[in-house]
């Protein structure tokens, strides 16, 4: 088993940074790839951007590539996104997830475990 915490959602302006953070716990954090996802109101969960177990090989969604970096402390048990330039469009609950292999996937389908989401609101 894998239990995930998201932190760090908030009401911020367009333009501002956030981060957020997913602290793991229940299983060795650094042999799992990781995931962000994001949900809006009356839309599909979708793809944010994933990272392997070491944090050598990360992938993006094109809405988010180059304003958003994904990123992990496996000696903190931790992951995070780094979320910059934000827009209004990127309102949405976001979710950490971990699948119980170590390589990275955009496919929600192979996660196996999820946090319980923190909501990130930006204002125009």
């Known amino acids: 088993q894998v239990q995930l915490v998201e932190s760090g959602g908030g009401l911020v302006q367009a333009g501002d940074s956030l981060r957020l953070s997913c602290a793991a716990s229940g299983r060795t954090f650094g042999t799992l790839g990781m995931g962000w996802f994001r949900q809006a109101p009356g839309q599909d969960r979708e793809f944010v951007a994933t990272i392997n177990w070491t944090g050598t090989t990360t992938a993006y969604a094109d809405s988010v590539k180059g304003r958003f970096t994904i990123s992990r402390d496996n000696a903190r048990n931790t992951l995070y996104l780094q979320m910059n330039s934000l827009k209004p469009e990127d309102t949405a609950v976001y979710y950490c997830?971990?699948?119980?292999?170590?390589?990275?996937?955009?496919?929600?389908?192979?996660?196996?475990?999820w946090g319980q989401g923190t909501q990130v609101t930006v204002s125009s």
């Open positions: 997830a971990a699948r119980l292999r170590s390589t990275m996937t955009s496919s929600s389908r192979e996660y196996a475990y």
